[in-house]
């Protein structure tokens, strides 16, 4: 079996592309970043430092890539059983246009094999986004085609890849030993490949939510609320015990969403709670707090780790008060090289608080929670 995958950062490396190769998936990485397609290419193999409550170097092999941009990816798309991604929410617009390509000449071609697409991205249904995106650019007498022939999966992924630390092996990535990868069962093409550590699901939504409002709004309030207090990383933050406090109380808020949606176990879901805050306080992993917090317009949108729990809570009538403290440290946090964090401080300063609320969230700037909101930022 073949895939290929978008994005040869460290999460391709050492999440997704590792759980491929382990299956004896023959991985070809696209990426711009001609030194690192140059280096795979030539090496073909790459270490991932795994840690958890130990510490091991696994070596990937029958690796290799070629640049994105390049003619090289379509004639890999034309042949190849899986797609996969892992660029960024971002980036998925601009490579929908090679992928609807590659499937016009894979079309093209005659190959009328099943294709499963996979956006392993830190989004909500990522990848149906992305079919959207493909279908722009695909030219209309190919979508009965690409309908029959082309499974859009939708998944959920989990796992903390903080930047290496290996100054002497620039392909040397590090990950914790937790991970989990969970797609949308109903949306496949053709047989379900077996992955060991690809689980599947026909209530993907379940686990997506449960996954943004556990793993990422805990880690980005832990950040946020660590910024605030001069931490460097994550594991410094979620040590401090005061911030351990708030940030479990908020993960508890989110969860009582998610216990009333999908009915998850109210003991099951508090041990997940647990599980959580112990992966941030691993202490073999230095997560910085500015890369958790980076591009917080992004992460304060409607459908991500901050508003949508709150909206849960909102819908649901429940608690609260330590979401909208994670909000408003949300607003306090400055990145002097982060466009995004550069944005938010402008608009503070030119229009305040609740309308660059209202702006960047969809929250209405004359609500309850606004009010409080802006309360709360002002006593931070």
């Known amino acids: 079996m073949k895939a290929v995958h978008f994005g040869a950062g460290?999460?391709?490396r050492g999440f997704i592309g590792k759980l491929l190769s382990d299956a004896n998936v023959a991985v070809t990485f696209a990426d711009v970043d001609e030194p690192l397609v140059d280096q795979l290419s030539h090496d073909q193999s790459y270490k991932v430092k795994v840690v958890g409550s130990e510490c091991k170097i696994d070596t990937?092999?029958?690796v290799t890539a070629v640049n994105s941009a390049s003619q090289d990816v379509i004639e890999q798309i034309i042949h190849t059983d899986m797609v996969t991604t892992a660029v960024g929410p971002n980036v998925l617009d601009i490579i929908a246009k090679t992928i609807a390509t590659g499937l016009t000449h894979r079309f093209e071609s005659g190959n009328n094999n099943p294709l499963n697409i996979i956006a392993c991205e830190n989004m909500v249904r990522g990848t149906t986004h992305l079919k959207e995106q493909v279908y722009t650019h695909l030219n209309?007498?190919?979508h009965a085609q690409a309908d029959e022939l082309v499974g859009f999966v939708d998944s959920a992924v989990d796992r903390i890849v903080p930047p290496s630390e290996a100054a002497n092996d620039p392909l040397e990535v590090t990950v914790e030993s937790f991970s989990e990868w969970i797609v949308d069962k109903q949306q496949f093409r053709g047989d379900i490949p077996a992955i060991e550590?690809?689980?599947?699901?026909?209530?993907l939504m379940a686990f997506v939510e449960r996954k943004l409002f556990t793993?990422?709004?805990?880690?980005i309030?832990?950040?946020y609320l660590g910024a605030l207090k001069g931490h460097e990383t994550v594991r410094d933050a979620i040590e401090d015990c005061e911030i351990r406090e708030q940030v479990k109380a908020a993960m508890q808020e989110s969860g009582e969403v998610l216990i009333r949606r999908y009915g998850f176990d109210r003991d099951m879901h508090n041990a997940y709670i647990e599980k959580i805050l112990g992966r941030f306080a691993n202490p073999y992993?230095?997560?910085e707090i500015d890369r958790v917090?980076?591009?917080p317009i992004r992460k304060l949108g409607a459908n991500d780790r901050l508003i949508k729990p709150l909206l849960g809570t909102i819908e649901y009538g429940t608690e609260n008060g330590t979401l909208l403290k994670g909000i408003a440290a949300a607003f306090k946090y400055t990145n002097d090289i982060d466009p995004q964090a550069i944005e938010l401080q402008t608009s503070l300063k030119e229009n305040g608080l609740c309308e660059t609320l209202a702006k960047y969230t969809g929250l209405d700037a004359e609500s309850s929670e606004a009010k409080q909101i802006e309360t709360l930022y002002q006593a931070l």
Request: charged residues 15%; proline residues 0%; glycine residues 14%.
């Open 285 to 287: 992993l230095r997560d």
């Open 60 to 62: 990937v092999t029958h």
């Open 293 to 295: 917090g980076r591009q």
């Open 140 to 142: 209309a007498i190919y």
């Open 215 to 219: 793993l990422n709004t805990g880690h």
């Open 10 to 12: 460290n999460i391709g």
């Open 197 to 203: 550590g690809m689980e599947t699901t026909d209530n």
């Open 221 to 223: 309030i832990t950040a």
